[in-house]
């Protein structure tokens, strides 16, 4: 496009074309005769209708008048040399500039030298403004509109990135932290990644001195992969919030009912929808926003200077954050790091192309505000380590899109079906698993607590269900872990003993569940011995209401028991003139203790010590007894006694097969129940003055369904059976 450029030298108008741009006046040394230098400028994009289109001169001498109009197509800074080479005294140069038809600006100059005007801009409701000009100011938004040098008019948000609006001209930093798995993007978008199961600080400001907010980071399935497990706002002087799986939301130790909107005794209101919990404290015109949905947290400021601000969300990849930030309220040994052996059904290549659909078009509104570049590698980082298993896959999908819809107040939900990821749902909604357990998906779909890796890695490498047989006084019991049991698919409420009465019974806090009987409910016990040993098993087994040839679940065996060591008689020994013997018996799992004692007397008070004077022919009466043996379970007989001298190359039998051998021997209650008596008159050997030892050898006889009484007593009539 070309500047038409008019002169007026008598009665004919002269016109000389000239290139658009800036024009201006020179004189050579060697002629008089004005000369005119344009510089070019670059073309800009086609005029918009509201920008100047038009400029027209007026050139008036006398009662003579001469208009021409300059049009112009493009966008122009138009600098006009109005000068005439010879004007006349009496000429009067009036400009008049249109838009559209319409006269925006009017000059009129009598001076004959060079003259400029500059007459681009922007125009808005019949008003031109020139370049950097002001048009309008809200207060309200912060924000202003204004001409630019192309004379297009722009919308300047005063606000930073981060900050928002509150009025008056004044914006605040309003950041967003999201803490998804073991990733922590802080409030400046910088990834940090948790690795270790301890707690650290998220957020704390001297803004709002009185809250700190906590991240609790736990194993789940592996114990090289932490996740977020739960979150904790915690105010001075008050009890302290806690947001956890499933919806729960404690305030101290007490569990919430939350519906709809409640604000808690502390001050803090919370509220609960489908997708999650949202805490919210606000202290003056400070607020925290805390949102939880079991998997992902987000904290959203607003009205908190950015300087006052510490925590992992503040700079999660500060050197200072594992020392200032970990808080006593750590597990033991949580900073232990593992590396467990990689899961070779993990297909990394297809993990990173999913995790890069956060590049995709569906997320462009969200591109220009949040980078998404955090969120791909803070996905990829897991999901190459970890199975996309308990909705884990679209897990980082989900925050970002969350974050965007927070920031921006956009909400994008078509990304969805790319990804075949369902609208968010609550997850273990209301579940309540014990502290060694997280809410996952069993591989039927359903909702279950599993074991967390750290605690179940004994169980798994000892490849067993539960703990060691406890073997009590007249009792034993087997527990198993609930969690292990669920991540099998096994009920336990289908499990029994080999009396399919007795059930296992689970604790409400811990979710292990025990199987158990006693004398009194012996349960189906079967009772074997063999020469050294009395072994009481059971069973649990599952209930199974297949057909014979098939079956759907887990075939359930396991066996447990205890047993009774037989006593060693080579370990019960009494000298007549000694203080009692007592032996105690260790038999792997059951103890019992095993005493022999003398006395004078038929009451059993006077008892026999080192002191006692024995005379020959007087009656001694022997008590052997035990202690931590049940006579529902087991009972003692006395099988054989004898006296030896003190080089035991003497002998003679009292008892011998359960039965007195000596006309003095009266045998009672031998194998009716944990303790036998005999009495006999005191002798001694011939030609031998020295002390007598006494020795019996007692067995332990298993009573479940059988009488212990020995054969010969029953033979000889001597006791009722």
Partial sequence: MQLERLYSSSSSPVSTQLPIGLCEKVQTASSRKDQHRCHSTPATPALPSWLLTAVRMHITRGSERESSIFDGERRIRIIRDLHLPHPP??????????????????TSLTSVGPAYEDVSGCRQSGVLYSYNDEISSDPDTCSTEYCDNYATIQLNDECGSMEHCY???????????TVTGPAVIDFYGDLNTVQ?????????????????????????????????????????????VHLEQGGIVKLGNTMQTINGSTVLSNGVEVSEDQTGVTAVKT??????????????????????????????????????????????????????????TADSSINCTTMTEHCNLLNDTVFTSCHNHIDPTPYIDACIDTLCKYPAVDGLDCQFLDA??????????????????????????????????????????????????????????????????????????????LTLVGCLLEEKGIDYTTLHLNDPTCTGQMDEVDHM??????????????VTSNNSLLIYMNTITAQDSSSDNITHLDQIYIDFSCYYTQPDVNAVTFRVKDSPVI??????????????????????????????????????????????????????????????????????????????????VNVEGNGEGTSSHFSFNMFQFSRSSSDISLHCKVNLCANLNQTCVPVALRQHGLVLV
């Fill in 89 to 106: 005294s009496n000429l009067q140069r009036v400009f008049d500039f249109t838009v559209n038809g319409s006269s925006v600006k009017t």
């Fill in 167 to 177: 009025g008056n001209n004044s914006c605040f930093f309003d950041p967003i932290c």
């Fill in 196 to 240: 270790d199961r301890c707690s650290y600080t998220l957020l704390t400001s001297s803004s709002v001195p009185d809250l700190t907010v906590v991240g609790y980071f736990r194993e789940r399935r592996r114990r090289d992969v932490s996740f977020l497990d739960s979150v904790t706002l915690q105010l001075d002087g008050e009890e302290d």
């Fill in 283 to 340: 202290i003056g015109s400070s607020t925290v926003s805390v949102f939880f949905d079991g998997n992902t947290a987000q904290i959203f400021l607003k009205g908190l200077n950015d300087s006052l601000l510490d925590g992992l969300c503040a700079n999660s990849t500060s050197s200072r954050v594992s020392v200032l930030t970990l808080c006593c309220v750590s597990p033991p040994s949580c900073e232990v790091l593992y590396n467990d």
């Fill in 400 to 477: 970002y899109a969350r974050h965007c819809s927070l920031q921006i107040n956009d909400t994008v939900d078509s990304w969805r079906s790319k990804a075949g990821c369902s609208s968010p749902q609550p997850f273990c909604q209301g579940r309540i698993c014990s502290d060694h357990e997280f809410c996952a998906e069993t591989t039927g779909g359903e909702l279950g607590c599993f074991c967390r890796a750290v605690f179940a890695f004994p169980y798994k490498s000892n490849d067993t269900l539960g703990d060691p047989t406890v073997c009590e006084e007249n009792s034993a019991s």
């Fill in 513 to 526: 569940v025990t199987y158990s009987y006693n004398s009194s409910d012996p349960c189906g016990t079967e």
């Fill in 583 to 664: 032996q105690k018996i260790i038999s792997g799992t059951w103890n019992y203790t095993l005493t022999m004692k003398a006395y004078t007397d038929s009451q059993l008070r006077q008892a026999v010590d080192s002191n006692t004077e024995v005379q020959l022919n007087q009656k001694i009466w022997m008590v052997v007894e035990t202690d931590g043996l049940d006579d529902g379970l087991v009972a003692l007989v006395t099988d054989s006694c004898w006296a030896t001298n003190q080089a035991e190359t003497l002998r003679y039998n009292l008892i011998k097969d359960g039965c007195a051998n000596d006309q003095t």
